[in-house]
């Protein structure tokens, strides 16, 4: 039972520390301004709009996690040259951490509850460089900002003693041994400057069906969190993160789609790794749509079970989190679960003819 509540503790300091990078969403495709900078207004459109939310841990009465994220892109102007395009992107995400009170010592108080809510605000602009006349192979360069807010919603928190003592006084810090304590943010929320992002993304459009998509991007560039729980009014910093992504479609005859991907993301100390296979299948009755269906390995955390369908410029997905690590011991199998939802809006310009001479008969 000790080593069960020793990793709720553990999830729930460091994810103070970290804000909005608890976490890396499972279906990292539909949040595609978080993952990457570069990302901004790669696609064919006037506008995309997105939502994505995720609940992780929910079979916990302690650190359980709500994050839903909304965005927007769209290319905006033209590049330098006629093959080039700048396109712009804004993201925000709201994550809760809901804190139920129940603690070792056998005391369970249900209406008791002290969550940490962060928000999350990121913008940014993108060019992007086509190496060609007919944009098969395009090189996306980011830069982003952004800013959280950090608050609790109640003016104390609980932990058991049990948990206190095994942990001893200065792993917590300043927090002593006590089973009460006020949260450190109720009356005054911290609002944290993120710092820059720069991101690079390489497109390569195989043919009409076919594509390859990877990317590499730094965040928290020259930025420190100022305060924490575990030291407040310190100067603990806002460790910088490294991204890389990659995705790889393939349309084979039939209509059977095959799209192997991959994340790696790393945030001292965290090291996340993950592998996804998608198997589609384009289907023409009674509408004109895709069904996707396949799994995924995440490291640490472990298996991923992955559903999706496009139809048209919508596209909506569906994951659910198999935990296979030590966390089962806390959580259950239950890990999480995602759903999103993607949508491409295309206004058509009508074309201005030119003006036509129309010469009398004689």
């Known amino acids: 039972m000790q080593k069960i509540f020793i990793v709720i503790i553990i999830i729930f300091l460091s994810n103070f520390l970290n ?83 129940q603690v070792v010592d056998g005391y369970t108080d249900p209406t008791y509850y002290t969550n940490q ?62 089973s009460i304590q006020e949260t450190p943010l109720k009356a005054d929320p911290q609002s944290l400057n993120l710092g820059y992002s720069v991101g690079i993304t390489y497109t390569s459009n195989l043919n009409k069906t076919d594509y390859f998509k990877t990317g590499f991007s730094v965040a928290h560039i020259g930025k420190y969190l100022r305060n924490s729980i575990i030291n407040s009014g310190g100067g603990s910093s806002l460790y910088k993160k490294y991204t890389a992504f990659g995705i790889y479609r393939q349309e084979l005859d039939g209509g059977l789609i095959l799209e192997p991907r991959f994340i790696f993301e790393y945030m001292k100390p965290s090291l996340l790794f993950g592998v996804q296979m998608l198997t589609g299948l384009k289907l023409t009755k009674p509408s004109l749509m895709t069904l996707y269906g396949g799994l995924g390995y995440n490291y640490p955390n472990g298996l991923q079970v992955l559903l999706s369908t496009d139809i048209k410029d919508l596209k909506i997905g569906f994951s659910f989190d198999i935990n296979l690590s030590d966390k089962i011991n806390a959580t259950g199998a239950n890990g999480a679960f995602e759903i999103g939802a993607s949508y491409i809006l295309k206004i058509r310009r009508k074309p201005i003819p030119d003006p036509v001479l129309v010469c009398p008969q004689l």
């Open 19 to 101: 804000g909005q990078d608890q976490f890396r969403y499972t279906l990292f495709d539909y949040s595609p301004i978080s993952l990457n900078p570069a990302n901004a207004g790669s696609f064919e459109g006037t506008v995309r709009v997105g939502t994505l939310l995720r609940e992780q841990d929910y079979g916990l009465k302690f650190g359980q996690y709500q994050s839903p994220i909304v965005y927007l892109d769209a290319p905006i102007i033209r590049g330098f040259r006629k093959m080039d395009w700048v396109g712009f992107g804004f993201s925000f995400q709201h994550d809760q951490q809901i804190n139920g009170t």
């Open 117 to 178: 809510t962060t928000t999350t605000v990121i913008g940014g602009l993108t060019y992007h460089l086509s190496l060609d006349k007919k944009r098969k192979n395009i090189i996306g360069i980011g830069f982003q900002t952004g800013n959280s807010s950090v608050y609790f919603t109640s003016d104390e928190w609980r932990l058991g003693s049990t948990i206190l003592n095994w942990l001893g006084a200065g792993a917590l810090g300043s927090l002593g041994t006590e």
